[in-house]
């Protein structure tokens, strides 16, 4: 089977860095992705990672080891519109096009 | 470009009616995928298709869930009859052919439909 792991929740002050760290458990590994979903929003795509290392998107980072089954988001300066809810997601071993999302991190940002 | 379209963005209904859920993916996009959203259950994919053939259902509560997707550019999602505990979020998703479920470019989900079932 397949599982992911990550915080249910964080919270920091506006200009700080958050790490949202995530574990899989998966029996064969096709790719780590991050999506970021608002109140009342839809989930939307932050990034992707398929090899080991960090992959850089503006503020926003994603970090992968393959070796350790975890990868890691990372937000800096961080802004009050990124208080939301961040899932990791991996996808299903069996099944091309069939994502497996975890529980999502809340992320709270405070003045 | 538009995004995912779906409609209607709100539903409530009684138990025991039918309901049905549209979505128009992005065009030039040949994966869509209908996912359901709720608090105890989280995201959870009910069913996908790739060229609008149904690929994985296995997400599909029950028989009462079905789903079509006639062309390229339309797909429904009906629950006859519906029941309180489907009340969620649902949600459609397309992406491109390279991408499937993971990828650089992701998937790309619509605002939803908010099911309420009384």
């Known amino acids: 089977g397949q599982s992911l792991e990550q915080p249910s929740e964080v919270t920091a002050v506006e200009g700080a860095i958050v790490q949202i760290n995530c574990t899989y458990q998966?029996?064969?590994?096709?790719?780590l992705s991050w999506y970021q979903q608002h109140d009342g929003g839809a989930p939307t795509f932050l990034s992707y990672?398929?090899?080991?290392g960090l992959e850089e998107t503006g503020r926003f980072s994603s970090f992968l080891s393959r070796s350790d089954s975890y990868g890691y988001l990372l937000l800096q300066e961080l802004q009050m519109k990124d208080s939301a809810s961040y899932f990791c997601?991996?996808?299903?071993?069996?099944?091309?096009?069939?994502?497996?999302f975890g529980a999502g991190t809340q992320v709270v940002v405070t003045p | 470009d538009a995004g995912v379209i779906q409609s209607p963005r709100h539903e409530v209904t009684e138990m025991g009616q039918e309901v049905t859920l549209r979505c128009k993916p992005i065009?030039?996009?040949?994966?869509l995928f209908w996912y359901r959203q709720t608090m105890m259950r989280g995201l959870e994919l009910l069913i996908y298709?790739?060229?609008?053939?149904?690929?994985?259902d296995s997400g599909m509560p029950e028989d009462r869930f079905s789903a079509k997707m006639p062309n390229a550019s339309f797909s429904t999602l009906k629950i006859q009859p519906s029941e309180p505990r489907d009340s969620a979020v649902y949600f459609c998703?397309?992406?491109?052919?390279?991408?499937?479920?993971?990828?650089?470019?992701?998937?790309?989900f619509g605002p939803g439909t908010r099911l309420t079932v009384l």
């Open positions: 998703a397309s992406s491109l052919w390279a991408s499937g479920g993971a990828s650089p470019h992701g998937q790309f």
């Open positions: 065009s030039g996009h040949d994966y």
């Open positions: 298709f790739n060229n609008n053939v149904p690929i994985d």
């Open positions: 997601a991996v996808r299903v071993n069996d099944s091309w096009g069939k994502l497996q």
């Open positions: 998966t029996s064969g590994f096709y790719g």
């Open positions: 990672n398929a090899l080991d």
